[in-house]
């Protein structure tokens, strides 16, 4: 294979997981993951973030896609989709506190990133709790929070 066969071959996931193929895109991105193994390197972390977020859309793995995410934001610190990909898998994974630290980890890298913007819009901003003096996790601010919802 040749040297550029691994970042073709990502190329190709990310146009599949454009036209909303996550079937090819995730076949495409592991791939790309096993060719710069072969060659005995260590996958780029764009390689591994892009495989996890599609392997928590597809197949629902997120444990083992939260790690592949991880492992990329490690690898690309410098790389912004890469922490939207990690806080999107946080998302589903039910983690919220996880996700907006990755969301706003890649604001601090580019700050005008309109994917991390609108994910975390789209989290909502929480409200205060009723009873300041009380953790937000007391039994008597969740009461309160609930009874008061709009």
Same mark, same amino acid.
């Given at each position: 294979m040749s ?6 071959? !990502? ?12 079937i090819?895109?995730?076949?495409? !991105?592991?791939?790309a ?13 764009r ?17 083992e ?10 690898a ?5 989709? *890469?922490?939207?990909n ?29 994917? *991390?913007?609108?994910?975390?819009q789209?989290m909502?901003?929480?409200r205060r709790?009723r009873l ?7 039994? !008597?601010?969740?009461?309160?929070g609930? *009874?008061?919802?709009?």
């Open positions: 040297e550029n066969a691994a970042e073709r071959t !990502f190329r190709k996931g990310k146009a599949a997981l454009q036209s909303g193929d996550l090819a895109a995730l076949a495409h !991105f592991e791939a993951i096993r060719i710069e193994q072969r060659r005995g390197i260590r996958p780029a972390g390689y591994l973030s892009y495989y996890g977020a599609c392997l928590a859309l597809t197949t629902g793995r997120l444990e896609a939260r790690d592949a995410c991880e492992r990329g934001v490690e690309e610190f410098y790389n912004a989709d *890469l922490q939207l990690l806080g999107r898998v946080c998302l589903q994974a039910g983690d919220r506190a996880a996700a907006y630290r990755a969301f706003r980890a890649g604001l601090r890298l580019q700050g005008d990133h309109r994917g *991390l913007r609108g994910a975390l789209a909502g901003i929480r709790p300041a003096f009380l953790r937000r996790s007391h039994p !008597f601010n969740r009461v309160l609930r *009874l008061s919802a709009p």
